[in-house]
């Protein structure tokens, strides 16, 4: 249904983690309302995420979530795209 | 070895041992195409395969800040590199190494990254190092390849998809993608890590290792400041024990504090015994960052000192992302809530905590490593500040721009 599924659908068994693009985060909190467990808002109301590894049984929720996002911040990345450089 | 290049009064260098980077300034302002050569010897021929397996032999690590391996970054270009950008930019207040072997010793920066072999373009903050390394461009015979931009950058726009992105013509800021410069086939490293490169290819990774560490080979640039008698830029083999740098600057003998990595580094007790290496550094509960070294003195207020730089590192957030934009100010409060005496600590580590690992750079991480491990090193400052203040001005050791 959304035009997330298809690029986010990982491997079957592929480890995901969910993600926040900060620069795009404006803390409107739908994530942390879908996802109460993994999610709790910090004093400003930008997500603190608690728990970023998705298991299987939980890619379904998690990626209502992410549909969800106003923002189009929140991700469920399944490859290692989360290193940093700083030179 | 080590090698110092002072401040004050005039801008000199210095090594403890035989110096590599800094070779050759000990006389002269600026070596130029002919006293290059004559200092450094030919430049050494290349090709992409002896390239790589001599930094892979020779693990040499970026020296801007991460100590990334600089053979991954190659191995991630495509054979043909598209660009070689050398960050020059150096927005951390207490660091004057890049700007130093740009202005003294452009040539070894040139060297390591056209060899390379690709268009280089070396990014710099000041018309004074864009001049000097102009001139060293239109020196040399294979000039043609370099050109040099000016950017204004603060601390993150240092960062170094920060700089590529600026130097595209977009805004000074990282984006939110974390797709390392490489997958564009941009080589973005650090100017010390071409003057390094510079020496690897003359000496041969065997030669480049005998000095250093087994695992950290080499030497590496350090810029003291603070309360030492001699400021300036080191040069020392790696994993020198701080007591011998210290003693060297011209530190007292009984410091109040350091700072390691400068304003993304980490505050530590003067211990004589850390070793100047990454993995020195991280068993001390540190980080080596992009080498400064800053010396404390008892005649400052430390926990000020602390708070001056945490309001600066504050305002130096590109405002992008939330955690960043609202909990460096709330951190930098924190702080100066405990210079006031009304507080203990717990609130600027919880927001320290809560800032790591919450933005597009890792600006929020160094400020949050910075100021919780400040507050942990002087919980008897914040007694005495409970209890009425220290009674010491702030002298700005630090040197908080």
């Known amino acids: 249904m959304t035009p997330h599924t298809d690029r986010n659908r990982p491997g079957a ?6 993600a926040v693009d900060w620069t795009r985060c404006d803390g409107h909190g739908l994530c942390a309302a879908l996802l109460p467990d993994r999610i709790v808002r910090d004093e400003w109301g930008y997500p603190d995420l608690r728990d970023p590894d998705v298991g299987p049984d939980a890619r379904r929720a998690v990626r209502t979530a992410v549909a969800a996002c106003p923002a189009l911040a929140l991700r469920l990345e399944t490859s290692v795209t989360t290193a940093r450089s700083s030179t | 070895m080590i090698t110092v290049l002072q401040r004050t009064p005039s801008p ?3 090594a403890v041992g035989p110096p590599r980077l800094l070779a050759g300034l000990d006389t002269a302002t600026r070596l130029d195409w002919r006293a ?14 002896h390239l790589l397996a001599a930094v892979a032999a020779g693990r040499l690590t970026g020296r801007g800040g991460a100590g990334f391996p600089l053979a991954a970054k190659l191995r991630a270009l495509p054979e043909t590199p ?7 930019v150096e927005g951390e207040p207490g660091s ?3 700007r130093t072997l740009l202005r ?8 390591g990254a056209l060899a390379v072999g690709a268009p280089v373009t070396v990014a710099v903050r000041d018309e004074q190092t864009a001049d000097t390394v102009r001139q ?15 950017l204004v950058a603060g601390l993150v726009g240092g960062e170094a998809r920060a700089l590529v992105r600026a130097l595209r013509g977009g805004p000074p800021r990282p984006p939110s993608r974390r797709t390392p410069p490489a997958a564009t086939g941009s080589l973005v490293s650090n100017a010390e890590t071409f003057a390094q490169l510079a020496v690897l290819l003359r000496l041969g990774p065997h030669r480049y290792a005998e000095t250093g560490t087994a695992t950290e080979p080499g030497t590496t640039l350090l810029t003291i400041g603070g309360a030492v008698a001699r400021p300036g830029v080191m040069e020392i083999p790696i994993g020198t024990p701080l007591g011998i740098v210290l003693a060297t600057a011209g530190a007292p003998e009984h410091p109040q504090a350091i700072v390691l990595g400068g304003f993304h580094g980490a505050w530590l007790p003067p211990a004589p015994t850390i070793r100047l290496s990454r993995e020195g550094a991280a068993a001390a509960g540190g980080t080596l960052g992009a080498g400064v070294l800053l010396v404390l003195d008892e005649n400052t207020c430390a926990l000020g000192e ?3 730089a945490a309001a600066w590192l504050a305002g130096e957030s590109a405002q992008q992302c939330g955690p960043c934009r609202f909990g460096l100010p709330a951190l930098a409060d924190d702080v100066a809530a405990l210079v006031a005496g009304r507080s203990g600590g717990a609130d600027a580590l919880e927001h320290a905590r809560s800032v790591t690992g919450r933005g597009a750079c890792a600006h929020p991480d160094g400020t949050a490593r910075f100021v919780a491990s400040g507050v942990r090193l002087l919980r008897d400052e914040i007694s005495r500040h409970r209890a009425g203040g220290c009674g010491r001005p702030v002298l700005n050791q630090a040197g908080t721009p």
Not at chain 2, 36 to 49: N, Q, W
Not at chain 2, 104 to 111: A, G, K, Q, W
Not at chain 2, 136 to 150: N, Q
């Open chain 2, 136 to 150: 060293a461009i239109a020196e040399r015979p294979d000039g043609r390849r370099a050109r040099v931009a000016v």
């Open chain 2, 96 to 98: 004057d190494k890049d």
């Open chain 2, 36 to 49: 290059h050569l004559a200092v450094h010897g030919p430049v050494p021929g290349t090709d992409p395969d």
């Open chain 1, 13 to 18: 068994e592929a480890p995901a983690r969910l």
């Open chain 2, 12 to 14: 000199c260098s210095w």
């Open chain 2, 104 to 111: 003294r010793s452009p040539h070894l920066v040139l060297d």
């Open chain 2, 82 to 88: 598209r660009a070689v950008v050398v960050n020059g």
């Open chain 2, 306 to 308: 602390l708070a001056s």
